[in-house]
T-cell receptor
């Protein structure tokens, strides 16, 4: 089974801090994703990555950056944390199948990091 | 463009009765469609997926879904609900073309199972 591990289940930080959320997957997946989940707003894509050192903006990238130096690790960075970034953050990974049409591989999710910014 | 609408934000059933969670989608291309389940304080777990093979898709834990192109629907069903099915369920459409690699999530349906 694919395992996606997020480094922290719960995290409390202060406004203005630089915050790192780490995600590691163990199945050699090419694609990795960061989402945030908020009541009434569902899951929203922040950033995704198709390969090492590659990144693409999602729907709500403002205030965030990402790093993918190794295939198995995808980090989300809050450059200067603000209270409106208090949320549940979910990391996911998926396989990229050569010759297959994009999008037909399911994503595998970590258990999430509940981040509070005070 | 692609979108997905889960028609019910909350569904309540009694244990042992059928479950129906409704999902309509919109996609410029033949879509890939998924249902995920999320238990409290956990990540999303794949229940089943449709990727242009059989229109009736069977998943884990007795769930299944039927892809109906004419109705642009992908409703999730289960013949008999169990208490452990209580969770939030997400319908997801995943795209091609300009939406390649991106998934659009529905807003979720919270399923309550009464004893």
């Amino acid at each position: 089974d694919v395992k996606v591990t997020q480094s922290s289940r719960y995290l409390v930080k202060r406004t203005g801090e630089k915050v790192f959320l780490e995600c590691v997957q163990d199945m050699d997946h090419e694609n990795m994703f960061w989402y945030r989940q908020d009541p009434g707003l569902g899951l929203r894509l922040i950033y995704f990555s198709y390969d090492v050192k590659m990144k693409e903006k999602g729907d709500i990238p403002e205030g965030y950056s990402v790093s993918r130096e190794k295939k198995e690790r995808f980090s989300l960075i809050l450059e200067s944390a603000s209270t409106n970034q208090t949320s549940m953050y979910l990391c996911a990974s998926s396989l990229s199948v050569r010759g297959a049409i994009w999008g037909n591989q399911p994503q595998h999710f970590g258990d999430g990091t509940r981040l509070s910014i005070l | 463009a692609q979108s997905v609408t889960q028609l019910d934000s909350h569904v309540s059933v009694s244990e042992g009765t059928p479950v129906l969670l409704r999902c309509n989608y919109s996609s410029s291309y033949s879509p890939s469609l998924f249902w995920y389940v999320q238990h409290p304080n956990k990540g999303l777990q794949l229940l089943l997926k449709y990727t242009s093979a059989a229109t009736l898709v069977k998943g884990i834990n007795g769930f299944e879904a039927e892809f109906k192109k004419s109705e642009t629907s992908f409703h999730l069903t289960k013949p008999s609900a169990h208490m452990s099915d209580a969770a939030e369920y997400f319908c997801v459409v995943s795209g091609r073309g300009t939406n390649a690699g991106k998934s659009t999530f529905g807003d979720g349906t919270t399923l309550t199972v009464k004893p």
